[in-house]
């Protein structure tokens, strides 16, 4: 029997220039930004959870938020932050705020400016900021026993003892609830050391590339609730009822999880197509590289 | 951020950019100064925020037990020169035994112990009690796949195979989630140069 | 010269490890000190990182080397920051704050939006259902792409459930057996740097 020769639009395709899906990725970026279709957010039960943790809190109630993020994934983790932030300020929260990223003082620093405008709060007696430190597992034991040994000052370099909200803060034991938003292993640093060896209450908000690994946590009740991604801090910011960027970007997203869906079907149809895709086979030889 | 740095800050995103064409020498600047603005920066936060409050200040306060991590620290930057190195060994020898040491109780106990108490653990009532049990399945699948002492053959070989089908639906959990961090990443830079650089949409 | 360090790191080790059994003040005090010092330390590494990277790009200018021009665009921005942010500090309102938000932050950003493009790409050309397995895992990655996001839920109802409970599931039974590996593979090593078995900390002798 004569091998069936294979389709020349699967060929064609098998062979499409990269530099045209990165095309359609952009439109299908920029076209829900430009003509928003506002389709509607559901917060998922992880989120919720997360939520009514912080809103169980009573007013006046300390929190510890360790926000740990760079530029490069501040797409997820900021909008997340300014919606927690001022989530815990509508409380009457006290959130005491710190980071483990050298490069996160910057970021943090502006959603604190953002989120205290929007709720009327003011540095030092509503929130304060200690600033940066290094060495992430040792920083996170260290607050167990002493802040004040890892930060003598707040990020502005005004001594603790200064600050009357600081008065009597001084470890774990002091704060009925943790908060990390993480981008990185600082997430199970906090787990493994103020969530399970200081027994605190945490909540977790995370990149979406990470959320997936949390769930195990989830289940032993480790963690309370985990906000995961820009999905995670758009659903925050629904149950917040406030827009920020993360809802705004919600209707690109759903585009472009549709377009590359859609494009992983189309490779393997097309692949189909040219013979490539047999059961248990390679069909490597058969498929196109493109440009 | 003002007119001006706004239009840098564009310019800088659309440098970036080019490199989905190819690369390119505005890429190439880019990138080099990303390296060595984010390298100064690193550098600028330690100082102030680390070394400034934690060594400087208490010296000049009259405490004198930070000259111990500041030795330690200069016994560090000794690995520029080659002569020096040798010497660098007692300082990293002290940090590194530091997170050894932080390391064994904290996975014993949170990744160990609290997650094998979870696994357990009785049974959902009703219904979810089937969810329970493919947890449990699941759990001692991957768990057998990942004990390579042991040939996979036989029954040993299948229940293997029951842990490749749990993890592969985990990876593919954990696919589309890196599908969507990576969006949020590009719709982030998208929404500044449509918002905040070009005015298109309103502002925040 | 070797043994001094490995008998630091032994002692040290095995002090933080007894810490955390001895509740006393005084013991947590101790650590607490220690763990400072380690901070301290672990700033001048990443200090040590910057340096490095400023001899090297140094050399390439001295040598001119191929893209020598870039090398001094890369030493240029990190004196000007330096300087800058040891000077004046790095708080809203100072230069090098002014500089990041300009400069570091959106270069940062885009550097990692770019993967949305190459992950497209990538999809499209390497991901194949070739046989049971990878079925399984392109299939959950596109229900998990759908169902997360607002139009999933739009097309059908039944799309969060079906993507929560593969989160909650098979997701979690995998990860935790993860975890598990993970853990062990972790004390393992610890132990073997405790006991001076591995020693590739200390570079070549």
Known sequence: MAAKRPSGWAVRLMALDRRVIFVLIFLATALPLLFPVNLPITASPRVKAAFDTVDRLPAGTYVLMSLDYEPDIKAELQPMSIAVLRHCFRKGLKPIVLTLYPAAPGLIERALAIASEAEGKKRNEDFVFLGYKSGSQSVILGLGESIRTMFPRDFWGTPLDDIPMMKGKNSYADFPLVINLSGSAIADYYIRIAATRYQRPMVLGATAVMATDYYPYLSSKQILGLIGGMKGAAEYERLMDITGDARRGMDAQSLIHVTIALLVILGNVALFFTGGLKPGGSGGAREGTGR | MSGIETWIAAALTLCVFSFLYRDNPLYRFAEHLFVGSAAGYLLAVQFQNVIKPNVIQKIAGGDFLPFIPLAMGILVLGRLWDKATPASRWAIAFYVGIYSGIAIPAYLQAQIFAQLADAVKPFEPGWHAINSVLVLLGFLSVVTYFFFSAPHRGANGAVARVGIWFLMVAFGASFGYTVMARASLLIDRVLFLLRDALHVLPAA | ?205
């Open chain 3, 1 to 205: 010269m070797r043994n001094g360090p490995l008998v630091i790191t032994f002692l040290v080790a095995t002090s933080l490890v007894a810490m955390f059994f001895i509740p006393h003040h005084k013991v947590q005090e101790g650590q607490s000190v220690l763990l400072n010092w380690a901070n301290v330390v672990y700033a001048f590494a990443l200090i040590l990182g910057s340096l490095t990277l400023w001899v090297s790009h140094q050399k390439k200018v001295l040598a001119r080397a191929e893209g020598w021009p870039y090398s001094v665009v890369t030493l240029a921005a990190l004196s000007f920051v330096t300087v800058a942010g040891t000077v004046q500090g790095v708080e809203e309102g100072t230069l090098v704050n002014r500089y990041y938000n300009m400069v570091n932050s959106p270069l940062a950003s885009t550097m990692f939006a770019l993967l949305a493009f190459f992950i497209a790409s990538a999809a499209f050309r390497a991901f194949r259902a070739r046989n049971a397995e990878a079925t399984l895992l392109l299939g959950t990655a596109i229900v998990m792409m759908i169902g997360r996001v607002s139009v999933g839920e739009f097309l059908w109802s039944g799309f969060p459930p079906v993507t929560e409970w593969l989160l909650d599931v098979p997701n979690l039974a995998a990860k935790r057996a993860i975890a598990l590996g993970i853990g062990l593979g972790a004390i393992s090593t610890a132990l073997k740097i405790i006991l001076g078995i591995d020693r590739t900390y200390l570079g070549r002798s």
